[in-house]
Structure formats: C-alpha cells, structure tokens
C-alpha cells in the first residue's frame, strides 16, 4: 500500500539538509470473510487458540515486564465467566519511573529523521495487515465484544489506516517550510513536545489506542498509554507490533492504571506536555481542570486533546428516502450495541411518513440477531461492553418504562446472566426535551421523536440546542433546498455531518473525525493536520551574508 513517490523536500538537521521522499497510500481493503476464504479460516483458527485462555500482560517500562499487587481482568462481555486477561495496575511510583525514563530517552528520539520514525508505522501497518491481523481481530472480538466487521474494520483497516497515512503526513510536514529571503535561508523544524504525552484510550475502538499513543511518538514524543482495562488484550498485542517493528524502549511505556490515580500523576509531573484523550467528558474535564490547577509547576504549556463522546442525530425530512433513512438508522444506533461516539441515538422523523419508517425499522429489528460473535457470526450485535455499562443502560430502559412521555416500540429488556446483552431498543417521545434525547446512553438505545411535518425548521433549530454535544449528525432529504437550509442551521451541531448517509463510518483521510461542544476539542484524527498538533515548530534563520555596519541607512 506504500509507494514512494519521486518528489524531494528539503528538511534540517543540525545545518544540514537531506532528500525526503514523498509517499502515497490508500485506505486499507475490508477483507469479506465469506465462507471458506483465506482471511476466516486464519481468523477462526485465532479465535479457537485463544477460547478459555487467559493471556497475561505486565506494564512494561522500556524492555522492563513489571508486576504490581493491583491485579486486575478483562472479561469477554458476551460470556464473562472467561477471563480474556491478567493484568496489573501501575502505582504512582511506577508511573513516575516510567515518566523519568521515557523523558531521558526522548532527546535521541526527536532527533531521529521522521523517515526513521515514519518506517515504524509503515512496517508496523503491514504486519497488522498481513501475520498479526488475524490475532489483533480475534482479541478485538473476544475481549470487546465485536462482531467480524465490526471488528475488522476497527482493528484492522482503520487501525493500518491511522498508522499508514499519519506517517505519510509527518513525512510531507517536511515540506511545508517558510520562504527564503535573499542572503538567508528559513528552515521549519517540527519538534516533538518537550516532555512526555500522556495517551488516554478507550475500549470501543483498538484504533483508537493506537493512534493516541503511536501518533505523538511518530512526532518524536514520547509517550505513557493508558490502554482501557476493558481492551487490554488487543491493545497489547498493538503495543508488541510496535516494539517488534522497531520502536525503541521508552518511547511508548504500556501502564495499565486507575484512571484518577494516571491522572493525579500525570498532571502533578513538571514534564507534561500533553494529553491525548479519548472518554468521557467528566474524565476530560477533571483532568483539564487537574492542568489549570497546575500550570505553575509545568515547562510548558500541556497539550489537551480530547473526543469526549455525543447525542448524535438523524434528521428525516418528507423528501428522504425511506429505505436509506431506515437501513442507514439500523446500521447506525444498534451495530456494536450503539457503543460508537458517533452512533445515532435520536431521530426526528416528520408525522407523514413515520408509519412506514417506523414499519421499516420494526420489521428489521425482529431479524436482529443479538448474541456471541464468536460461536455465531450472523450475529449483528453482541453484549456490551461491562457491568457498569449494562447498569447504565438499564436504568434508562426502566425509565423509558416508567415515564409517561416514552413508548418502547421494540426492544427493551437485557439480561447479564452469562453477558452483558441488552436488546435493541427503540422508544417514542412525546416530549423532544426528555433527558433521553439529551444525554449520551452509549447503548443500543434509539429515541425517537415525530413533528408534524411542516414543522421541520423549527426541528432544525431543535436539534441544535437540545444537546450539549457536537459530534455527528445525519440529514436526510432529497429537497436541496432543505439540505442547504439544514446544513446553515446545523453548521455547529456536529464536527461530522453527513448528509443522505448515516452518522457513523468515518474513514481514515476521507472523514477525519472529531466534534466539539461538549464532544471534545476537534482535532480531526484521521486529517493531515493532526499530525501538526504534536509538535512544537522550530523556525531557524540561517544569514550568508555578514552584517558589516550596525547603522541604518536613514541615520546618515
């Protein structure tokens, strides 16, 4: 998928320059795994090596494989008598050990070429590719509950995606240099951060832990990953692929934390220099505040980064199309259990046509098969992800029962008797500023409300106060006035807006991806100027012509 193109750059070293190549990639095939193929059988012949087997994984702190007291598990959320990991908590000390070495070898790190850097991430892309797909898929599955799909498309495609085109954004950052004057040249030197990023994974998205830690070490960062207690398995074999693809000790520690106790750590070292942060919103708000209360004591001004989740939308106009809008609503509030930030979880459909919609997304669900990924792969969705989270999403279930503004129209109940399975659920609103439509459930939860039709511009403005997050939104209609007119009212509703197409899929360099509001700081991963935002730019002025009279020439 790499291919180096012809091109050269001028970039500095010292007050040398060198030729850097360009390159070009393109997005990673998602593989079909129709019976009897090559990549299902590697897959299944994955899965069955790691059935009932517990995996254990240390922190490690440059080659160092280091054990705490604190020991913890990852259970398969579908069958959560299985122990999928054994692993263990760093303390503060061992978290300020790993700050200390990873800081000592950060000099040697930002110095070497971006090339250099860059080829990590390209060879680690092809064996994620190729050898170790089957295996990162199967941990993906087995220990975060995805399906094949969803799993390949994850762990696979956007996982390589993340890693093959930020490398070629950081090689062709080195093109983006000042101008020159006569007598002098202008160099741009992109920096990593002086200090070390601290990268702050989820467990929806082995992608996402990859690129939150391997995007700042591309840069020349190093860097502390905090992998998500709930896709430990699969975020350490992504950590091995990097080490055996060539990351040197110390650039990226892999430290299994408690949040508060990572945080209260990180935030209380003099060397942070930037968090990288995928979560929750009182998770990135403690930690922004943690900054702020300890700005005196940092050498620099830390980096904060963060995707912090949204109430994503579709919005049905009578001009839509309605197979697409209740094929596209399916896909979109109910694959991997709507655990996606940028899943649907509220739709606004006119009265004129919410009958054959709402027959149309009935007659779908009854064919939703919800079950183990694993034993059975025409299933579309399976448990979610822990405890805490079916507790969650069960609470809203019984107070969608409860409430006389709510129908539950399909769907409803949930079981953790051996997962954590909650069905597909769709419910009715009466009232469109029910806590229903407003807060982030992170479940297979779709509320919908109906407005009479031609009341769709006062729905727009709607949509764009009700929430306090600005993630994704979908608009459906043919009409292209309406379009126009949705895309002005919902300018600020979402950092990805879609229009005639579901709120979720954001692909790697076609979509990057990121929200504001309460939904984060939008620095698009997945873009050519996320790169940018972990570095800190050096401009070098470098004179030919001595400087022979201090006077100006107005002086006389």
């Known amino acids: 998928m790499l291919r180096v193109r012809a091109s050269l750059c001028q970039s500095w070293r010292g007050f040398k320059t060198f030729p850097c190549a360009a390159v070009e990639v393109k997005n990673e095939p998602i593989l079909g795994f129709q ?14 090596d790691l059935k009932g087997k517990t995996e254990e994984i240390p922190c490690v702190i440059g080659d160092e494989h280091v054990w705490t007291k604190d020991i913890r598990y990852q259970l398969s959320p579908f069958n959560h008598s299985h122990k999928v990991a054994k692993f263990c908590y760093a303390d503060k000390e061992l978290l300020n050990k790993a700050i200390v070495a990873s800081v000592a070898a950060r000099r040697e790190w930002d110095l070497k070429p971006v090339q250099d850097r860059a080829q990590i991430l390209f060879k680690a892309a092809d064996v994620i590719s190729g050898p170790k797909r089957a295996e990162i898929l199967a941990k993906t599955m087995i220990g975060q509950g995805k399906t094949v799909v969803q799993a390949e498309i994850d762990a696979a495609a956007e996982l390589i995606d993340f890693f093959r085109f930020n490398a070629k954004h950081a090689v062709e950052l080195e093109e983006q240099q000042p101008l020159d004057s006569d007598g002098s040249t202008n160099t741009m030197l992109y920096r990593g951060l002086e200090g070390f990023v601290a990268a702050v994974a989820p467990f929806n998205f082995t992608a996402i832990g990859g690129n939150l830690a391997g995007t700042p070490a591309l840069m020349g960062n190093v860097v502390l990953w905090k992998p998500s207690d ?80 949204g109430k994503n939308f579709h919005f049905v106009h009578k001009s ?63 448990a979610v992800i822990d405890d805490k989270s079916f507790g969650r999403i069960k609470k809203w279930l019984d107070h969608a029962k409860s409430s006389p503004n709510l129908t539950v129209i399909a769907g409803g109940n949930c079981d953790d008797k051996k997962g954590y399975f909650v069905e597909p659920t769709i419910i009715e609103t009466k009232d469109p500023q029910d806590d229903i439509m407003s807060e982030e459930i992170f479940g297979p939860v779709l509320s919908v409300y109906v407005y009479p039709e031609n009341n769709y511009k006062e729905v727009l403005h709607l949509i764009d106060n009700t929430s306090p997050y600005a993630l994704t939104g979908a608009v459906y209609a043919q009409d292209k006035n309406v379009i126009d007119e949705a895309a ?61 009279e201090w006077k100006y020439t107005y002086m006389g």
């Open 35 to 48: 019976e009897g193929s090559a990549e299902k059988k590697e897959l299944l012949k994955a899965l069955d």
């Open 230 to 309: 709930t896709a430990m398995s699969a975020s350490y074999a992504v950590y091995k692929v990097l080490r055996d693809c060539g990351l040197p000790p110390n650039i990226i520690q892999f430290v299994p934390a408690d949040g508060p106790v990572f945080g209260d750590t990180i935030t209380s070292s003099e060397h942070l220099a930037g968090i990288n942060f995928t979560g929750s919103v009182p998770t990135f708000k403690r930690l922004w505040k943690q900054v702020a209360q300890n700005l005196d004591i940092y050498r620099n001004f830390p980096r904060v980064g963060g995707e912090c989740g």
């Open 320 to 382: 839509a199309d309605i197979q697409s809008v209740v094929n596209g609503t399916i896909r979109s509030a109910f694959e991997y259990g709507g655990q996606k930030c940028s899943a649907c979880s509220r739709m606004y459909v006119p009265d004129t046509i919410w009958p054959q919609i709402k027959q149309g997304l009935l007659d779908i669900h009854k064919q939703i098969k919800l079950g183990d990924p694993v034993e059975d792969m025409s299933t579309f969705f399976s």
């Open 488 to 548: 002005k009212t919902l300018r600020n509703a979402a950092g990805n807006y879609y229009v005639n197409d579901k709120s979720t899929g954001s692909i790697v360099a076609q979509q990057p991806f990121g929200g504001a509001r309460a939904s984060g700081t939008n620095d698009k991963p997945g873009g050519q100027h996320y790169v940018l935002r972990w570095t800190s730019p050096q401009v070098v002025k470098q004179t030919y012509v001595p400087l022979k």
